[in-house]
Structure formats: C-alpha cells, structure tokens
C-alpha cells in the first residue's frame, strides 16, 4: 500500500525558503511510471496545484508560482522535494505530496497527509 | 488564467440526490475529476476521466458532463458523504492543472 510523508519545518520566516520532503515508500519513484507532485490549501481555502517532477527530472509548475519554486527528485532516497523562495503569510497553508498519474490531466490518485507551514517572524 | 467553478455549498437530506456542478470553458475536450475531502483529512479520489470510480468507491458516487460542465451525482445521499468536494482538470493547453473552488456538501 503506497505511503506518502511530507516531512519538513512548520515555521518559517517571511522573505525566508520553505523547504518540504516527501518520502514515497512501497512505490519506487524510479521505476514507476508516474509524476509526483504538490498541492497545498492555505487554512479555510481550497486546493491549489504547485507543481510535478518525473523521475528524470522534467519537471512542471503552475505559471503563479513558477518563478519561485523548484521541486526535485532523489530516486537514491525516493522521495522528492519542494522549494518554495521568497515565502509570504500568503505561502501559510497544508502542503500535501501526491502521485499523480501521467494522463492529459495529470491527476492526483495518491496523497500524503499533509504538514502545516506557517509564515511568520 | 483558467478557472473551474462551483457552488460554494449543497444541502441534501438522507437518502437524497446531491448533485455538485463544476463549471469550465475546456471541459468539451478535457476530463474532469472530483475529490472528497473530509474535516482534517487528505483528499480522495472519487471520480476519474469524468465517470469512472476508483475501486473502492461507493456505488452511489457518479460522474458526468454535459458540454462544459461537469457533475458529480451521489444517489441517496448519506451522512457519511459529508465533506467538501473539488472538481480538478486542466486549461487547453495543459499549462495549468487547476482545482474548483470546492463544494461543500451537507447532509441532514
């Protein structure tokens, strides 16, 4: 049974880098012909997509948030990562991992169970 | 940018029919999917390309669309489906995968 967990600190500062793992266990990242990604909801919000990475490195990110994220993979670890620069209040949200399946629509299937990240000094 | 959008709630009784639309200019050409999300917890997978359910799912949940308007149908309706439903799919060019704004069911 595929397990996601996102692991990482749960304060950071304003102007700060916010920087989650997420370790995949039973599914291994390299093998398996799927996408893996981010998704966080901001408290009381609704879900809003960050972006994908293929284990070789492709990777895709929404067009409001690109310039300040990087999502990477370690297949050595198999878990893959989010970088998220320059973080605001705004950036306060639950963070999810997920798996997403290599369609047209690149849907999430699988997620993690979500951190909390607040942004505050 | 491409937005998909959707009640912000449904009321049903027990044993009813809900019914969550999900409104978006590219749907005629891409799917659509919907989530469950349950107080404090992950979402899941309901529905899949439109109208498939993932194994597991109860009967009851369905989908389909109809130009460009996805709907997500429970039939009988139970208090156990309480939660917030989000509709997801992408814009025509697939740059952006994109969520509703959720819908939050009540039933009782």
């Known amino acids: 049974h595929l397990q996601l967990q996102e692991s990482g600190p749960g304060l950071v500062r304003p102007s700060e880098t916010l920087s989650l793992t997420c370790n995949v266990s039973?599914?291994?990242?390299?093998?398996?012909?799927?996408?893996w990604g981010w998704i966080r909801q901001p408290p009381g919000k609704g879900l809003q997509w960050i972006g994908n990475?293929?284990?070789?490195?492709?990777?895709h990110y929404n067009p409001s948030l690109k310039s300040r994220v990087t999502i990477s993979v370690d297949t050595s670890k198999n878990q893959f990562s989010l970088r998220l620069t320059s973080v605001t209040a705004a950036d306060t949200a639950v963070y999810y991992c997920?798996?997403?399946?290599?369609?047209?629509?690149?849907?999430?299937?699988?997620w993690g169970q979500g951190t909390l990240v607040t942004v505050s000094s | 940018s491409y937005e998909l959008t959707q009640p912000p709630s449904v009321s049903v009784s027990p044993g009813q029919t809900a019914r969550i639309t999900c409104s978006g200019d590219a749907l005629p050409k891409k799917y659509a999917y919907w989530y469950q999300q349950k107080s404090g917890q992950a979402p899941e997978l309901v529905i899949y390309e439109d109208n498939k359910r993932p194994s597991g799912i109860p009967e009851r949940f369905s989908g389909s669309t109809a130009g460009t308007r996805a709907t997500l149908t429970i039939s009988g309706a139970q208090v156990e489906d309480e939660a917030d439903y989000y509709c997801f799919s992408t814009d025509s060019s697939n740059d952006v995968l994109v969520f509703g704004g959720g819908t939050k069911l009540t039933v009782l």
């Open positions: 990475v293929y284990y070789r490195g492709v990777t």
């Open positions: 039973t599914d291994s990242i390299s093998t398996s012909n799927y996408y």
């Open positions: 997920a798996r997403l399946v290599p369609t047209g629509e690149e849907f999430p299937d699988f």
